[in-house]
């Protein structure tokens, strides 16, 4: 209980963190897909592949499951309502181990 109240707290966190650099990912794609933004510019390309290379991966395997929706890429919002209910799992979790009110 000493170590897994914290582990599961910073765990916690770091859902939220991810869950914030998928909204960004994907708002960023918009950007260059609308020609807000351009990815010859060297600081959006970095900032733009930084982001390819921590949500693809996790995204990847839910894209081979999803039907082509016509151009329409759902798989962020999947994996937020995934990791969402990761986190309310935990959150019962650490309710569980305290017996009350844990977040």
């Known amino acids: ?59 990847r395997p839910i894209r081979r499951f999803i039907p082509y929706l016509g151009g329409i890429d759902v798989s962020p919002v999947v994996l937020i309502l995934g990791i969402v209910f990761v986190q309310m799992v935990l959150r019962n979790l650490l309710v569980a181990l305290h017996g009350g009110a844990a977040f």
């Open 1 to 59: 209980m000493i170590i897994l109240d914290p582990l599961i707290r910073i765990l916690h966190m770091a859902l939220d963190l991810y869950i914030w650099v998928l909204i960004i990912s994907a708002i960023l794609s918009w950007l260059v897909a609308f020609n807000v933004v351009n990815t010859s510019n060297r600081v959006v390309y970095v900032i733009g592949d930084v982001l390819y290379r921590l949500t693809e991966p996790a995204l």
